[in-house]
């Protein structure tokens, strides 16, 4: 994959993250707030303080997520990107943090 390509992955990932949270905030007791600076997205939940943050690395070419529950490392392979240590899907992985850190389920 090229930079171009890897650049093109990440930031619709990015967006698609970003898009189905303000959808979710809208449609539940979700209540988080997104900011995005570059290749960052900050994932902030106003009723306990966490965070997770969702950044690219394009020298890696992976997306990488840190939240309460660790750091996870993906590499996107065909269509999905994947966890570089146990082959889990990174938007359910996602969503599985969002829930727990939210306290309210969510799927991205």
């Given amino acids: 994959m090229t930079e171009s390509e890897f650049l093109a992955a990440?930031?619709?990932?990015?967006?698609?993250i970003e898009t189905a949270l303000e959808s979710a905030a809208e449609q539940s007791d979700l209540?988080?707030?997104?900011s995005?600076?570059?290749?960052?997205?900050?994932?902030?939940?106003i009723d306990n303080g966490s965070k997770i943050i969702v950044?690219?690395?394009a020298p890696m070419q992976e997306l990488w997520i840190a939240a309460k529950s660790g750091g996870f490392h993906y590499k996107q392979k065909?269509?999905?990107?994947v966890n570089t240590r146990d082959g889990s899907e990174f938007f359910a992985a996602l969503s599985t943090m969002i829930s727990s850190q939210g306290g309210v389920p969510v799927t991205l």
Avoid: M
């Fill in 78 to 81: 065909g269509n999905i990107w």
């Fill in 55 to 57: 950044n690219s690395q």
């Fill in 36 to 45: 995005r600076s570059g290749n960052v997205l900050e994932i902030e939940f």
């Fill in 10 to 16: 990440a930031e619709a990932a990015l967006s698609k």
């Fill in 31 to 34: 209540d988080v707030e997104c």
